[in-house]
């Protein structure tokens, strides 16, 4: 019997090729765009998850900002997790980072660089289950100048030697530190916010780094470490929240403890400091919404034309009722052919997502595949799929099980108006669908736009940042003295306009910044609850980055003030309440327990971070030290023939003054728009689905259309009989549906207004919300709707209507 419904449905299916192919097609994009969109989100939502990661805890700061606690920054201070641990039995143990951007290491005659490394407790294996491969977990940081390496970096460095007990180097704030391989670790997945390639033991920062004779010991001085707990499994964390907060561990007014879980970082967190750029919460509600949007239109879009197909077929079902067939039968047969439908259009759809896989990571900037684990977490998708794909299958079973097989037999099936309020319904629903997408693609598109050419208060473009580290004997006065020379002789390249140092850049990140609270003004002010931040440059730095001064001008050399001029902007004016930038022109302040910073000048604010964030106050100090060597090119070097050429140039005199050394260099522009890759991404994902979304409405459209068609088929006879014209009867038909998309279109503004409001609330600076970006929607839906329907109306139009009357 089964073979049966099958041999039937195959019959079915080839012989109505157009509706077969079109069902197929809709059904298949739908699903690929399902499963591609709900990877990406649950490679998203899998970030942090290890044996025993629903335990584990990061602690952070609140600053009191006004009369309210905000989240301050991911950083904490070196007494944190010491002081969290004897103070509250929840919490089992702790772990500290201090976090290197980039070092670099030599082994004999090897130099080179490696990002994402940190200082590390021994307790890291107890809290992080990620596998040490050569090593015992409880000794491999305890010591001080102990190194574990990641595997790749192991590979980088040893080859495939066996690298437990050998010697490095590692080369921070200019000195020499030599440690010894302790043990050798599995490299930290993708799915980790904090990603390690190597740990060196903590006590080594007392040897490591400079900060001075007592900041190694405890303290609440410099809160400059990431700090993780592992608490005891079935804490009440409201509880221990509420405790920790109202703990004052830290013996300030101004700022608190606060604590949150490992697993919501990537997409809840972003605080400034944070270790890596995270994920957003927001995009990820979007791109659900947008996967199911797009998988339920392709189920309305089969029920419609199943609809349509099933008056064509009431004949056949007569047939098969006289010649004894039950409506169970038939409901059976139905469902058969529908499962068959689905089952090819699987098949296409998985096709559609292998093949699609590297443009989609190269969209998205992950590294997604369906392997085991993928397809394991993937599972309730698939349920769902499987669930939809079965009732979408059971409305058209029902309907053609339940016609007269007198009136079928008789041609005198009529079309049924019983469901037609549903169908108008469901097309109402993808229109406004529709609507919502075409808006939230247009307002996306204006705000990346908005980011791109919205003046940032500096020119970043043709600007290269030259940096590395000196493998040098050399004392650091000498090295300073060196790189000083190195900018010298490339100001007399030709095709270098200007160079200048410092500390960092716009688009650079915060862990170049250093912040400040507790600032004094010489009438007795103070502010100790906003957060400063500072950096150091030289003076060519404001001219080369072309930003203007408000009052006064940059560093003057030699001067009685040299080591402590400082430049404010105009938010730290603001800030601390100050109307004229004539007030504290060359007046000294004091922070960091100097009182003799002096203002030399105010510039006009830029974004150092992007439109993203607000604009901070920033103090820009007066320091001649070895940092970011920045050179603005000529224009003539920026064609890639020319500007390959100044690349080796710059390079080779790099090696020529620093022959033992790394080098490496950064774009500014390039920099300060990766800022943006997310949203960037996120804006094309949202555009791809969009345009699939609205070419499967269409088809759905296009089955509605074929079914009113039917339905007023002799309605449409008549007329033509009576003299209208073939354009009376396009606009007969379109008209029906140009009332559904009005009604959907007054439905989807507010909406529409209200969910992309939410997205923009993401940026401090942002575009409005014009009219005639919802106009825009509008009329592209009205269009698309015109050209569906019309193709359907044109054929009844044309149509000898001496068929259409025929009776009997």
Avoid at 373 to 379: G, S, V
Avoid at 419 to 448: D, E
Avoid at 588 to 610: A, C, L, M, P, Q
Wanted: aromatic share 12%; hydrophobic share 40%; charged share 20%.
């Amino acid at each position: 019997m089964l073979k049966n419904y099958l041999k039937i449905a195959v019959r079915y299916l080839l012989k109505n090729k157009l509706y077969s192919i079109i069902n197929i097609f809709g059904l298949a994009v739908g699903i690929a765009s399902f499963v591609l969109i709900m990877l990406y989100v649950n490679h998203e939502k899998s970030y942090d998850t290890f044996e025993g990661s629903e335990n584990v805890y990061r602690t952070y700061m609140d600053y009191l900002e006004g009369n309210t606690y905000v989240p301050g920054d991911a950083m904490t201070y070196n007494s944190s997790g010491p002081a969290l641990k004897e103070m509250f039995p929840e919490v089992v143990d702790y772990v500290r980072f201090y976090y290197f951007e980039k070092l670099t290491f030599k082994v004999g005659e090897k130099i080179l660089e490696q990002p994402f490394g940190s200082l590390a407790d021994p307790s890291y294996f107890e809290i992080f289950d990620y596998p040490l491969l050569k090593g015992d977990s409880k000794k491999v940081l305890a010591e001080p100048n102990s190194i574990v390496l990641s595997k790749s970096f192991a590979q980088k460095l040893f080859g495939n030697e066996n690298p437990l007990r050998k010697t490095v180097s590692v080369f921070e704030d200019g000195k020499e530190t030599q440690l010894t391989v302790t043990g050798v670790m599995e490299d930290v997945p993708e799915t980790a916010h904090y990603r390690n390639s190597f740990l060196i033991s903590f006590e080594t920062e007392k040897t490591l780094t400079d900060f001075g004779p007592t900041a190694h010991e405890l303290n609440w001085n410099m809160n400059n470490y990431y700090t993780y707990l592992k608490l005891a499994p079935n804490t009440n964390i409201d509880v221990l929240r509420q405790k920790i907060i109202d703990s004052d561990i830290e013996k300030s007014e101004t700022e608190r403890h606060n604590i949150e879980p490992i697993e919501d970082i990537h997409l809840y967190s972003d605080k400034p400091y944070e270790v890596t750029a995270n994920g957003s919460i927001l995009r990820i509600k979007f791109l659900t919404a947008i996967a199911f949007i797009i998988l339920v239109l392709s189920w309305l879009n089969y029920v419609n034309l199943s609809t349509t197909k099933s008056m064509e077929r009431a004949k056949e079902a007569g047939i098969r009722k006289v010649a004894g067939a039950k409506r169970s039968q038939l409901i059976v047969q139905s469902l058969m052919e529908s499962i068959l439908l689905n089952f090819f259009a699987m098949t296409i759809a998985l096709s559609l997502v292998f093949g699609t896989m590297p443009l989609y990571n190269s969209i998205t900037g992950n590294e997604l595949d369906l392997e085991w684990e993928a397809l394991l977490k993937f599972a309730p998708y698939f349920i769902f799929i499987l669930g939809g794909i079965v009732l979408a299958g059971l409305y058209p079973a029902f309907l053609l099980s339940r016609y007269s097989p007198a009136k079928a037999l008789k041609g005198k099936v009529k079309a049924s108006t019983e469901g037609i309020g549903l169908r108008k319904g469901l097309i109402v629903t993808q229109f406004f669908a529709t609507i919502v997408l075409l808006t939230g693609t247009f307002i996306i598109t204006k705000q990346i736009n908005f980011l791109d050419n919205q003046p940032i208060g500096a020119d970043v473009g043709q600007v290269m940042a030259l940096h590395g580290t000196v493998v040098s004997s050399k004392s650091d006065s000498l090295v300073n003295n060196d790189f000083r020379v190195l900018k010298e002789q490339l100001e007399g390249f030709p095709f270098i306009e200007k160079t200048a140092i410092a500390q960092t850049y716009p688009g650079d990140s915060f862990d170049n910044l250093s912040s400040s609270r507790g600032i004094g003004l010489p009438d007795g002010r103070s502010d100790k609850t906003n957060v400063f931040y500072t950096y150091h440059a030289q003076p060519d730095y404001f001219d080369l980055m072309d930003i203007e001064f408000l009052v006064g001008g940059t560093f003057v050399r030699n001067s009685g003030f040299e080591g402590n001029q400082i430049v404010v902007n105009e938010t730290f004016l603001k800030t601390m309440g100050i109307s004229s930038p004539e007030e504290l022109l060359n007046k000294t302040v004091s922070f960091w327990g100097n009182n003799e910073w002096k203002v030399v000048g105010i510039i006009k604010d830029y974004y150092h971070f992007g439109l993203k964030s607000p604009v901070l106050p920033m103090l820009i100090r007066y320091q001649d030290n070895m940092s970011n060597l920045l050179i603005k090119l000529d224009k003539s070097a920026m064609s890639i023939a020319g500007l390959e050429s100044a690349l080796d140039q710059v390079e080779n005199k790099w090696r020529e003054v620093f022959p033992k050394s790394t080098f490496d260099y950064t774009f500014l522009d390039e920099k300060f728009e990766a800022q943006y890759e997310q949203d960037k991404a996120f804006g094309k994902a949202f555009q791809i689905f969009t345009i699939l979304s609205i070419l499967i409405a269409s088809l759905g459209l296009f089955g509605l259309t074929a079914y009113t068609v039917v339905l007023r088929k002799k309605e449409i006879g008549i007329r033509k009989v009576n003299g209208a014209t073939i354009t009376q009867v396009l606009t007969l038909l379109n008209k029906d549906f140009a009332k559904l998309l009005g009604l959907a279109f007054l439905i989807a503004i507010p909406c529409s207004l209200y969910v992309m409001n939410q997205w923009l609330e993401g940026f401090t600076y942002r575009t409005n919300f014009s009219w005639w970006i919802f106009a825009l929607a509008g009329t592209t839906a009205l269009l698309i709707t015109f050209l569906t329907v019309s193709w359907q109306s044109f054929k009844a139009a044309i149509a000898n209507p001496v068929e259409s009357l025929k009776d009997e």
